[in-house]
Nanobody, 122 residues
Framework: VQLQASGGGLVQAGSSLRLSCAAS????????MGWFRQAPGKEREFVGG????????IYADSVKGRFTFSRDNAKNTVDLLMDSLKPEDTAVYYC????????????????WGQGTLVTVSS
């Protein structure tokens, strides 16, 4: 299984950025997908993701209303559209996959991508 995240970069506060994650080596539709982030000196935290059957999308309170998670089962990809970015959104962003029922803890995701850095300047 491979998860390849892309789309990170340096942007100004208030800007938008779209992250993408391409998955291979798994039956994509049977996996819940999630985005996590880890800022320097902080623990990895859940940002957003869908449930096992893709029926619901769940977001961390800190990004609700600004970030939008989406998936394309035909392309085996998930995106994270990030609007109204803030300096506190600066982090390495990771996509993750797991076949079990939804749990937002990082330990509940078995497969991880390599991460993509998002830097938001003030």
């Amino acid at each position: 299984v491979q998860l390849q995240a892309s789309g990170g970069g340096l942007v100004q506060a208030g800007s938008s950025l779209r992250l993408s994650c391409a998955a291979s080596g798994l039956t994509f539709s049977k996996y819940r997908m999630g985005w996590f982030r880890q800022a320097p000196g902080k623990e990895r935290e859940f940002v957003g993701g869908d449930t096992w059957n893709g029926g619901s999308t769940i977001y961390a309170d800190s990004v609700k209303g600004r970030f939008t998670f989406s998936r394309d089962n035909a392309k085996n990809t998930v995106d994270l559209l990030m609007d109204s970015l803030k300096p506190e959104d600066t982090a390495v962003y990771y996509c993750a996959a797991d076949s079990r029922p939804f749990d937002s803890s990082s330990s509940s995701y078995y497969y991880w991508g390599q991460g993509t850095l998002v830097t938001v300047s003030s």
